[in-house]
């Protein structure tokens, strides 16, 4: 009798322990972002879902004795913040205000040119004359139609991952003006630089100093406050967000119409209002203008350096 119950108990001991119960569904949890900081389980912790404890943003099992590999995702699915709108008469003004000033701004240039002052003279009264009034403009909508904090009405934030950012956006707004390029040279449609002439005059000191404080510091940062600050937040208070973005961008487009260019305007037009959507859809997904200030100062610094230097020809 007693030998049979010892091979009866050398039977079952032959046979190996069963296998751990599988882990337990992981609870549905929607927490605010990925910890801060590494988490484990507190010490004797019973077998359950933990925070993962190298930072990821998953839930991991522990089994009361050690990590497994069993992880659930718990990453925050709320909506990205809706894209701030101001009133549509925000954006009219400013567009209205910009190119009656960069008119004025021209006629007055064209009437004071017989005098015989400094270069920098006539670039701090054109962009005085040219952008101060919308600067003006903004200020104003900002206190009548916003809640009186101009940076923060028309989305003037720059943070550390802008200087990222910003140079992808460059990268984007090239993209699409070489697209635009390739469909006006195949279209045959006329096509006159923005940037002639500038090569041509004696480039002292001054006067590369006072083009480049005009073209890199205050054109992108005025222009950016109004295209893609007032006009799209104007724009998005009536309309999606696809036909705000490219109608800011046919403005812009406009914005640098030339008669002097005649039929070249055409070809201009499209190439920079493709420019000026790539700047328009990295504002509008951002949330912010930072990275197309960036983008746009230096789309325009290269321009000017290749013109500057005669590394391409202007007609080219």
């Known amino acids: 009798m007693s030998e049979g119950v010892c091979e009866r108990a050398n039977d079952q001991a ?18 605010s972002g990925p910890p801060t900081r590494l988490q484990a389980p507190p010490a004797g912790a019973r077998a359950g879902w933990y925070r993962d404890p190298m930072g990821y943003p998953v839930l991991r099992y522990h089994d009361g004795r050690r990590w497994t590999t069993a992880t659930s ?13 101001l009133d549509l008469r925000v954006a009219i003004g400013a567009v209205v205000v910009l190119l009656g000033s960069l008119v004025a701004s021209r006629f007055l240039l064209e009437a004071i040119i017989e005098f015989e002052w400094p270069i920098a003279v006539f670039t701090a009264i054109s962009i005085v004359i040219g952008y101060g009034p919308s600067m003006a403009w ?11 904090h101009l940076l923060a009405d028309f989305g003037v934030r ?14 984007a707004a090239i993209g699409c003006e070489l697209v ?16 002639e002439g ?19 510091v205050a054109a992108p940062f005025v222009e ?11 724009l998005r208070s009536r309309m999606p967000a696809a036909i705000a973005v490219g109608l800011q961008g046919v403005l812009f ?17 499209i190439l920079l209002s493709a420019v000026g959507v790539a700047f328009g859809g990295a504002a509008y997904l951002l949330r912010r203008i930072g990275p197309a200030i960036i983008a746009h100062a230096v789309f325009n610094l290269v321009v000017m350096i290749v013109v500057l230097t005669d590394a391409v020809p202007v007609d080219s």
Do not use: K
């Not at 032959?14 to 927490?31: D, K, L, Y």
């Not at 635009?180 to 040279?185: H, R, S």
């Open 14 to 31: 032959s046979f190996p322990p069963p296998p751990p119960p599988p882990p337990p569904p992981a609870p549905r949890v929607q927490p």
């Open 73 to 85: 995702g718990m990453f925050d699915h709320r909506p990205a913040p809706a894209h701030p709108a």
């Open 138 to 148: 903004c200020w104003n909508a900002s206190r009548r139609w916003g809640s009186g």
């Open 158 to 171: 720059l943070r550390w991952v802008d200087l990222g950012w910003g140079p992808l956006t460059w990268l």
């Open 180 to 195: 635009a390029l390739v469909m006006v040279q195949s279209a045959g449609i006329p096509l006159t630089s923005n940037t």
């Open 198 to 216: 500038i090569g041509d005059l004696d480039a002292d000191r001054t006067y590369v100093i006072s083009l480049l404080v005009a073209a890199v």
């Open 224 to 234: 950016e406050v109004v295209f893609r600050g007032a006009v799209l937040r104007g």
């Open 253 to 269: 487009g406009l914005a640098h119409v030339d008669p002097v260019r005649g039929a070249g305007n055409v070809g201009l037009v």
